[in-house]
């Protein structure tokens, strides 16, 4: 059904589960797509696994100048960029009595600051072309907290909110921003836990399940087909009817 | 009429649909010929282009009419 034949999508986090499985999405609706991450191994091992129209674009989103050039190298190498999907997000749990400026800020600068970034350098060419989708990855936790993320939960709220200003912005460009809030997904980050704590874990989601990287990449797929474009400003919450937003 | 000020009015009248005899000299993008925020990036953008410069951002927010826009792309090109 979606065909984003001839799009050019950048993906960061690609590297992880979720950044992953929505590469694999979009390149399998034909798109061209730029791989990002820090880790480049297994951004080359996933780039060679999905063959052509695959680019490795390492990036680390902590250093702002590196973020600022990302766009750019994604355009030279894919000839162009029509689909921004800001993924990439760390953790730094702690509570919120003990919790220092700088896991603050670090959560805040990587998993806000450069989505931030990343959407305001693709702007450009997306203006231009009169097409564009931004689809920001933010979590259930911005909707509803969680102990010990007041740093995380802070920053994937402030992500809806820059979606939605951004999409009032470039609406009548042809150009939408939505996010995708994941509930509880099973990533090599929940495989750690143990049976019982997975088992508690799913008595809080009424599919009973933690959800698939492929479940949240394919609500990407949607937002990012010409298909979903009268879609914008939204968060499409995936989550087994954890929350029901 | 200078070559460059013929050039940036086919951009203006263009890009905004406005009516060649209205861009004037004082004629704001905004005020006078119908260009929201939006419009006068995009505007700066297609001048760029035109003249091969680069219009830093600071620059172009004091770029607000037609002659702004002619008088900054004489002295940058």
Redesign the interface.
């Known amino acids: 059904m979606f065909d984003l034949t001839g799009k050019r999508a950048l993906v960061t986090g690609a590297s992880g589960g979720i950044g992953g499985a929505i590469a694999k999405a979009l390149h399998g609706a034909g798109a061209t797509v730029g791989l990002s991450g820090t880790r480049v191994e297994p951004l080359e091992a996933l780039a060679a696994e999905l063959g052509d129209n695959a680019h490795v674009l390492p990036c680390n989103l902590s250093d702002a100048a590196a973020v600022d050039a990302l766009p750019k190298d994604a355009i030279a190498a894919m000839g162009g960029l029509d689909i921004l999907v800001n993924n990439a997000g760390i953790t730094r749990d702690q509570i919120f009595m003990r919790m220092s400026d700088e896991e603050w800020q670090s959560v805040l600068d990587v998993n806000l600051t450069s989505s931030m970034r990343l959407c305001r350098g693709v702007m450009?060419p997306m203006?231009?072309a009169r097409w564009g989708r931004i689809i920001n990855i933010s979590s259930i936790v911005g909707a509803t907290g969680n102990p010990g993320q007041v740093n995380y939960a802070a920053a994937k709220a402030g992500m809806v909110g820059m979606t939605k200003s951004i999409a009032y912005?470039?609406a009548?460009?042809g150009i939408t921003a939505n996010a995708v809030a994941p509930g509880f997904i099973a990533t090599a980050m929940t495989d750690k836990l143990n049976d019982d704590q997975k088992a508690a874990i799913n008595t809080k989601i009424p599919a009973g399940r933690m959800g698939t990287p492929e479940e949240i990449a394919a609500a990407v797929l949607y937002l990012a087909s010409p298909e979903a474009g009268y879609v914008t400003g939204t968060t499409v919450h995936v989550n087994g009817g954890m929350a029901m937003l | 009429m200078s070559d460059i000020a013929d050039r940036v009015k086919k951009i203006v009248v263009e890009h905004l649909g406005a009516e060649e005899d209205k861009v004037v000299e004082n004629a704001s993008f905004i005020d006078d010929l119908g260009a929201d925020s939006?419009d006068t990036?995009?505007l700066v953008?297609a001048f760029e282009e035109e003249f091969g410069i680069e219009i830093p951002d600071d620059a172009a927010e004091t770029i607000q009419t037609f002659g702004d826009a002619v008088k900054f792309i004489s002295e940058a090109s």
Do not use: Q
């Open positions: 450009r203006m231009k912005e470039v009548s460009r | 939006l990036v995009e953008m």
